[in-house]
C-alpha cells in the first residue's frame, strides 16, 4: 500500500504564496506519475498539475498556468506545488495523487491509483 500525506496548506491573501508538498511512503515503484487535484464545496474534483516520473514533463490546468510550479524530487518521494498569485477561487482542498507504472503526465482522476487526505487552502479577499 501507499500513503500519501499532503502538508502546506493554510489560510492567505489574495495574491499569496503558499507551497504544498506531498510526501509518499509505503510501496515502492519503478516509476510513477503524480499530480495535483482540488475540490472546492459542491463542485468536482478538478485537476491541477501532474509531473511525470523524471520531471521532464509537466501539465498545468489553464487556471493556473503561469502562476503555479509542480516539481518533485524522487530521492525523498515529495512532490510539490508552489502557488502563487493565489485568487479567492483557488480556494478548495487540494489533493495529490500518484498513478503507478507510468512516465508520462495524467489529467483524468479515474487514472490515479492513490491518494492523500487532503489540504485545505483558504484565499480570502
Known amino acids: 500500500q501507499v500513503q500519501l500525506v499532503e502538508s502546506g496548506g493554510g489560510l492567505v491573501q489574495a495574491g499569496g504564496s503558499l507551497r504544498l508538498s506531498c510526501a509518499a511512503s509505503g510501496r515502492t515503484f519503478s516509476s510513477y506519475g503524480m499530480a495535483w487535484f482540488r475540490q472546492a464545496p459542491g463542485k468536482e474534483r478538478d485537476f491541477v498539475a501532474a509531473?511525470?516520473?523524471?520531471?521532464?514533463?509537466?501539465a498545468y490546468a489553464d487556471s493556473v498556468k503561469g502562476r503555479f510550479t509542480i516539481s518533485r524530487d524522487n530521492a525523498k518521494n515529495t512532490v510539490h506545488l508552489q502557488m502563487n498569485s493565489l485568487k479567492p477561487e483557488d480556494a478548495a482542498v487540494y489533493y495529490c495523487?500518484?498513478?503507478?507504472?507510468?512516465?508520462?503526465?495524467?489529467?483524468?482522476?479515474?487514472?490515479?491509483?492513490?491518494w492523500g487526505q487532503g489540504t485545505q487552502v483558504t484565499v480570502s479577499s
Open positions: 509531473i511525470s516520473w523524471r520531471g521532464g514533463s509537466t
Open positions: 495523487a500518484l498513478r503507478s507504472g507510468i512516465t508520462t503526465t495524467i489529467t483524468d482522476p479515474r487514472r490515479y491509483d492513490y
